[in-house]
């Protein structure tokens, strides 16, 4: 019994001794799941739903009661600031529908809402055939939307849900009894039909497998290399070092697309995905991602003060970009402060320009900003990395 006890003490000292126990058994718990409910705790509880939409009203001035007006009243009373409101809503001019389905597409917006050119004279007509005994049409509204975007997808059934309060609300607002009022959905063209899951998620099983590989396969070399002065052995032979890291860069990314060509047939002929796996543009993207995320590996690498700590400082960085790349789910009504990582994330970059190249979806961000961000973080890995290899040199 006293040895099991003094066993007992050794190995807890010597786990409260070690950093990394500290920091996997009680922080990084702690870290994850702080990070978790702030990013998916306004997922179904009440009055943390808005939906941003976009309202377009371009029907002529009426002679009679103005009915599209009253509608936008009725729109901006279910709309921020008023209580249990629903909408977060932003009036727009026609000439400015362009940009406004741009704001839908990057995800600025959640949905436009059109109020069409004859809506008032549609209305009072249809008003006028009930009183007569004559069956009136619908008068149309029209909603745009991206249907494979929880976010848009939600805010088109909540605007059409919220007809037959607002049929209610002209009702009472001009005396008639008629339901007059039905929305006309329409998409932003056929490559943003809804996807299956698989789809959805191909594109970035394919990001993580190159960044885990970057991870993986990159930074412990380099963090067992420092801890074993390789490099400085190798400089006191005839070998160039940039080539021998030009060599071991080149072998990462060719396991990559191995992987690139691995998930891809896998996901077409085993899953069934429906994507366009082997378009060049996709695929020369991908090679791009690889480079970044190779890059990140070096910089794990130095980073790290040996082999062993390479897996802590690694789990560190691929979880919180994992989650917050929009790769497993898509991400909408995220607060503020958990949108600055997702805006500085490469991963989520990656992840949107490979949905579109591989035609499952638009990317939610601008295709410039998908190059640009990573290739910040590119550049800014190589720099660092170089400056490190050269202070280690002295």
């Not at 709309?79 to 529908?97: E, G």
């Not at 406004?100 to 055939?129: C, G, H, M, Q, T």
């Not at 060509?261 to 090679?287: D, E, K, M, N, P």
Request: charged share 15%; proline share 5%; with cysteine.
């Amino acid at each position: 019994m006293k040895e099991t006890w003094n066993f007992f003490k050794v190995h807890l000292l010597s786990d409260l001794r070690n950093k990394r126990s500290i920091f996997w058994v009680v922080i990084f718990p702690i870290l994850l799941f702080t990070i978790l409910v702030l990013t998916f705790s306004n997922l179904g509880v009440k009055g943390s739903i808005n939906f941003k939409i976009i309202l377009i009203n371009d029907s002529q001035k009426a002679n009679g009661p103005n009915f599209s007006r009253e509608l936008v009243n009725a729109f901006r009373s279910l709309s921020f600031p008023n209580k249990d409101a629903i909408f977060t809503l932003t009036m727009m001019k026609k000439k400015d529908t362009n940009a406004a389905f741009e704001k839908v597409i990057y995800s600025e917006a959640d949905a436009v809402l059109i109020i069409p050119k004859d809506f008032n004279s549609a209305i009072a007509r249809s008003i006028l055939f009930s009183k007569l005994g004559i069956s009136a049409p619908l008068v149309p509204i029209k909603v745009f939307y991206v249907p494979n975007r929880a976010s848009s997808n939600l805010a088109e059934s909540a605007i059409e849900g919220t007809i037959g309060q607002i049929n209610s609300y002209l009702t009472a607002r001009f005396g008639y009894t008629l339901k007059a009022i039905k929305v006309k959905s329409k998409t932003f063209g056929s490559i943003m039909e809804s996807p299956s899951y698989t789809n959805f998620v191909a594109p970035g099983i394919m990001v993580i497998a190159a960044f885990m590989t970057g991870l993986l396969l990159v930074a412990p070399k380099i963090a067992m290399m420092r801890r074993y002065a390789v490099m400085k052995k190798y400089a006191s032979t005839p070998v160039n070092p940039y080539s021998f890291f030009l060599g071991f860069t080149a072998s990462r990314l060719f396991i990559m697309i191995i992987q690139y060509i691995g998930l891809a047939l896998f996901s077409t002929f085993v899953l069934g995905a429906v994507i366009r796996a082997f378009s060049w543009q996709a695929f020369l993207y991908y090679l791009f991602s690889c480079a970044v995320y190779a890059a990140i590996g070096f910089v794990v690498g130095f980073i790290a003060s040996g082999p062993t700590s390479v897996g802590a400082v690694s789990s560190l960085i691929n979880l919180p970009l994992e989650f917050l790349a929009g790769i497993y789910f898509p991400l909408y009504n995220l607060p503020w402060y958990i949108n600055i990582f997702v805006y500085i994330n490469p991963l989520w970059y990656s992840t949107n320009a490979l949905r579109q190249f591989l035609g499952v979806a638009m990317s939610t961000t601008p295709m410039w900003m998908n190059i640009l961000v990573p290739g910040i973080w590119l550049i800014a890995s190589i720099a660092f990395s170089s400056v490190r290899q050269n202070l280690e040199k002295e």
